[in-house]
Every structure is written in C-alpha cells, then in structure tokens.
C-alpha cells in the first residue's frame, strides 16, 4: 500500500507537470532564476512548486488577476493594490489613493494598464474603482446606495461586460452589471432570481464566488444556508436556477469558488472555514453546467477557497487554501497536495502564467 500510494503520488505530480509543459508553462527550465520556494512533501518533484515573488506588503491579498507570466494585479486589506510587469521581481503599490479603510476583494485586470477593483462592506464601503493607467490614477464608477447591500466578487464575460454580487437584498441575490469596461453600472432587475435561502450569501474569500464562462454564462457559489448552492445564468445574468452543491454548509461553510473551463465543466471547492474544522467534502465537478454536481472521490484534505483551470486543459486544475495547494489531473475526479503553503487565492492567465495570493502579502508565481 505504502508503495502503490508513492507510485501514484508520483505519477499524479509528473501528469501535472506534462500539463504544465503543454500549457507553456515553465516546469524548472535550466536557467530559470533562483527564487525561494515552497511545497509540501510533494512539491519540487518535477520541478513543479510555487515560487515566491516578495511584494513588500503585508496585506491579505485575497484578489488576483493573472494577465500574463510577467504581468499580474493583486488587491487585499488596507486598500492594496499591488502590480508588477516583470514577473514578480518587483512590484508597485498602486490603490486608489484615500482607501486605506477599504477591502478590495478583488480585481480584474485587462491588460497591464487596464484593471477594475472591488471593495466589499456593507453598503457605500461595497465600491468599484477602474484605472487605465496602471494604477496611477483611478476613477470610482460605483457606490452602493442600499444600506442591506455587501458586494463579494465580480466577473467579466470580455473586457467590457461584466457582473458583480451582493449578498441577498429583500430576500434575493443583488447584482450590478457594465457594459463599458466597468465604468458605469447598473442595478439588474431580481425578478430572474430564485430566492435566497435563509442565512444564504456569498463568500468574499477569493474573488471567486461569481465566476464566468464564454459569452453569457455566469454561476454564483453560496453557503451559510440548509445547502451549499450554485446558481447558474445563460443571459449574464439575468435569469438563474439553482441546484444543490455535494458541499458542507454551514454558518461559515460553503461553495467558496467556481471555476469553469466551458460553459459545461466545472469545479467548486470549499468547505469550513474556521481553523481547525473538518471539511470532508471539500471539491465537486459537473459536466453539465452546473445542473448537477458528483463529490470528488478523494477531495483536498480541507477547506479551499480558491481554485482554476490549467489553460488549455481539459483535466488539470489546482485549488489552494490556508494550509495548502491540491492538483486534480483528471477533472476534479481525485486530488493530490503538492504544497503546504498557504494561499486565498489563485488564477492563470489565458495563454500561461498561474499566481496565488494570501495573507502577508504573499503572492507566488507557478514553476
């Protein structure tokens, strides 16, 4: 037995590795610069790890957009927004001016110049700021004016469609839409809604609990209720229907995060997350768009709020949390650990690149 799970350990590391390589993805090229490391009892086989970029800051960095290898956005606590453009060498602090107080929670970046952050809170603490200048000057675009309102995560569909929720208002998830790149919003009509159920919202753990794919479709994690729930949008929002995850529950147990590598595959982890609790059921898949979701046979060993496809694969993803990083290579079916490190949150670029983000400003860059 002791031999059969080392063979498969390995084998499961070295897949992920080939995925990595045929994603673009370096895997420990001869050459590559020495960075600090960190992994588990499984990292480094292959070279494949997590490799630290220092920020200088000691924020919690629970958003992050990855735009390429060299070029990544990250925002947290006490109003950070950090970017850098050379991989992770260095990095500049670039909030908007004035925020201190606030949380971004997360942010979608366009390009290098080009980001759209959110701050979470209840009511006029929930804002959204853009920049089209890297940071150096930014522009609110939205304020809630709902006192019951505290807005979670956001998600854009191509650089000037997006959406971005709340947790329920008068019995229903809020969201606000843009058609323009994030500089205007407006508030969608709830009568698509199915209701909240008592106790229900969204987590603001990684920018993750909306999550898009293609055009049009959207799909919204929830916890805190009777169920952990995903709701799912074909119109950007408009209309949704809702089906029970495979999830815990709980006052702080939930979906956390979705991702979807098409309008059909994807993947929810979660879990408890207060230190310590067990969450035995930590992932699930669904290849129908979310209609129906399968427990992974053998799920991370606890609770994770972030999680993302490999590009360009269809069955190599990773999700991190507090107390560490798992790899799936076969489409959320089985997941292994590669890394002890704790981590909130995590993304790829389009072509290649994967950062993860979390507390003390730690920010890492796949090798």
Same mark, same amino acid.
């Given at each position: !037995?002791?031999?059969?799970?080392?063979?498969?350990?390995?084998?499961?590391?070295?897949?992920?590795?080939?995925?990595?390589?045929?994603?673009?993805?370096?895997?420990?090229?001869?050459?590559?610069?020495?960075?600090?490391?960190?992994?588990?009892?499984?990292?480094?086989?292959?070279?494949?790890?997590?490799?630290?970029?220092?920020?200088?800051?000691?924020?919690?960095?629970?958003?992050?957009?990855?735009?390429?290898?060299?070029?990544?956005?990250?925002?947290?606590?006490?109003?950070?927004?950090?970017?850098?453009?050379?991989?992770?060498?260095?990095?500049?602090?670039?909030?908007?001016?004035?925020?201190?107080?606030?949380?971004?929670?997360?942010?979608?970046?366009?390009?290098?110049?080009?980001?759209?952050?959110?701050?979470?809170?209840?009511?006029?603490?929930?804002?959204?700021?853009?920049?089209?200048?890297?940071?150096?000057?930014?522009?609110?675009?939205?304020?809630?004016?709902?006192?019951?309102?505290?807005?979670?995560? !956001?998600?854009?569909?191509?650089?000037?469609?997006?959406?971005?929720?709340?947790?329920?208002?008068?019995?229903?998830?809020?969201?606000?839409?843009?058609?323009?790149?994030?500089?205007?919003?407006?508030?969608?009509?709830?009568?698509? !809604?199915?209701?909240?159920?008592?106790?229900?919202?969204?987590?603001?753990?990684?920018?993750?609990?909306?999550?898009?794919?293609?055009?049009?479709?959207?799909?919204?994690?929830?916890?805190?209720?009777?169920?952990?729930?995903?709701?799912?949008?074909?119109?950007?929002?408009? %209309?949704?229907?809702?089906?029970?995850?495979?999830?815990? %529950?709980?006052?702080?147990?939930?979906?956390?995060?979705?991702?979807?590598?098409?309008?059909?595959?994807?993947?929810?982890?979660?879990?408890?997350?207060?230190?310590?609790?067990?969450?035995?059921?930590?992932?699930?898949?669904?290849?129908?768009?979310?209609?129906?979701?399968?427990?992974?046979?053998?799920?991370?060993?606890?609770?994770?709020?972030?999680?993302?496809?490999?590009?360009?694969?269809?069955?190599?993803?990773?999700?991190?949390?507090?107390?560490?990083?798992?790899?799936?290579?076969?489409?959320?079916?089985?997941?292994?650990?590669?890394?002890?490190?704790?981590?909130?949150?995590?993304?790829?670029?389009?072509?290649?690149?994967?950062?993860?983000?979390?507390?003390?400003?730690?920010?890492?860059?796949?090798?």
């Amino acid at each position: !037995m002791r031999l059969r799970g080392t063979l498969r350990r390995t084998a499961t590391v070295g897949l992920f590795a080939a995925a990595l390589a045929g994603a673009g993805l370096q895997t420990g090229a001869a050459g590559a610069e020495p960075r600090a490391t960190e992994s588990g009892p499984h990292g480094g086989l292959h070279g494949t790890a997590w490799d630290l970029r220092p920020t200088g800051s000691t924020a919690r960095l629970r958003g992050l957009s990855a735009v390429s290898r060299t070029t990544a956005w990250a925002s947290g606590s006490g109003g950070t927004v950090l970017r850098t453009t050379d991989g992770g060498a260095t990095w500049a602090s670039v909030g908007p001016p004035g925020t201190e107080a606030l949380e971004f929670r997360d942010i979608e970046a366009f390009d290098a110049k080009r980001a759209v952050a959110l701050s979470i809170g209840t009511g006029e603490d929930s804002r959204v700021y853009r920049t089209d200048d890297g940071g150096r000057s930014w522009t609110e675009t939205f304020r809630s004016d709902h006192p019951a309102t505290f807005y979670d995560c !956001m998600t854009f569909f191509d650089a000037r469609n997006g959406l971005a929720l709340s947790d329920p208002v008068d019995g229903k998830f809020r969201l606000v839409s843009t058609s323009d790149g994030g500089r205007h919003w407006n508030v969608l009509p709830s009568d698509g !809604m199915p209701a909240a159920l008592p106790g229900e919202f969204a987590f603001a753990a990684s920018g993750q609990c909306l999550t898009s794919a293609g055009r049009s479709d959207a799909w919204i994690a929830t916890g805190g209720g009777a169920t952990a729930r995903v709701l799912h949008s074909t119109d950007r929002g408009r %209309t949704w229907t809702a089906t029970e995850s495979t999830l815990p %529950t709980g006052e702080a147990a939930g979906v956390f995060a979705l991702a979807f590598r098409d309008r059909a595959h994807g993947i929810a982890v979660g879990g408890d997350f207060n230190p310590g609790a067990p969450s035995p059921r930590a992932a699930a898949r669904s290849t129908d768009g979310g209609a129906s979701w399968t427990q992974a046979n053998q799920p991370p060993p606890a609770y994770r709020s972030g999680v993302v496809w490999l590009p360009s694969s269809a069955r190599t993803a990773i999700a991190v949390g507090p107390t560490g990083t798992d790899v799936t290579t076969d489409a959320g079916r089985t997941w292994q650990p590669f890394d002890t490190g704790s981590y909130d949150t995590v993304d790829c670029a389009t072509r290649a690149g994967c950062w993860a983000a979390g507390e003390q400003g730690r920010v890492a860059r796949l090798r």
